[in-house]
Structures are given as C-alpha cells and as structure tokens.
C-alpha cells in the first residue's frame, strides 16, 4: 500500500469521524431543544394552576376581610355551590324510591347470612434461635459446674 494510499484511508477516516461527530452534535441539540420545550410546557401548566391557587387565596382574604378579621366557616366556605341555582336536574326520570312502605310495594327480600370464612389452622409457636430439641438427653442445664 502506497503512502497515497494510506493518506486517502486516513481522511476517509477522519471525515466519517467528522461527520459522525456533526450528527451527535445536531441530535443532542434536539433532544435539549425537546426537554427546554417540555419544560417550559410544564412550568405553564404549574403556573396557570398557582394562578387559580393565588387567586381562591385572594377571594378568601377577602372574604374574611368583609367579616371583620374572623376566619369563620362562612367566609371561609366556597361561594360556587350557592352561586348555582339547583331546579332538580337529569336525574328527574327516575323517580326516587319512598322511604316509607306503601301496600302496592313488594316486601324487599332480604339477602341470605352467608357463613363466616372457616379460621385458618393456629400456627405452631415459634421457638428461640437457640433452642433445643424437646426431648433432648444431653440436658445438664441444671448441673452445677463450680463443685
């Protein structure tokens, strides 16, 4: 192989290198353009919800502000369910059972006593880490040794 040769490899070498290097480069600055996007998306969202937050805190403030200082269940109760007027609603379709019994209604079947479970077997008490068998015969636990 000539000197040519060898020369012609090597920058063959070095541009692949090269060009490789160029394409890691170009997709790292994707994927931090993606994770800045995402971020920011992110804070967005985290903004908008401390802005509700912010604002329900200043409402209350107020609230308390207009009772004289005093922290009541009043004040501090939120506004929207009175705000909204109830005329009964979707649910009118269905009448609702009467609490009391009537004679055209049918006796309500009461539901069978099912059997309690069967109690698991008791577990054999645990013994000492360093226990000894129960029947064992070389016992001399009550030898006295200092005689």
Do not use: I
Not at 64 to 88: C, H, I, P, Y
Not at 111 to 135: I, K, L, M, S, Y
């Amino acid at each position: 192989m000539s000197v040519e040769d060898r020369l012609r490899v090597a920058r063959s070498t070095m541009d692949t290198a090269a060009r490789e290097q160029d394409e890691q480069r170009g997709l790292r600055d994707r994927h931090l353009a993606e994770a800045r996007e995402d971020a920011k998306a992110g804070m967005q969202r985290e903004m908008g919800a401390a802005q509700k937050y912010a604002e329900h805190m200043e409402e209350l403030t107020k609230r308390q502000k207009s009772a004289g200082g005093w922290a009541t269940e009043k004040s501090l109760a939120d506004n929207a369910s009175r705000s909204v007027m109830a005329f009964g609603g979707d649910d009118e379709e269905e009448a609702p059972a009467p609490a009391y019994p009537t004679s055209v209604s049918s006796p309500v079947p009461r539901p069978e006593p099912t059997p309690p479970p069967a109690a698991p077997p008791a577990p054999e008490p645990r013994r000492g880490r360093h226990a000894r068998p129960v029947d064992d015969d070389d016992d001399f636990s009550s030898t006295s040794w200092l005689v």
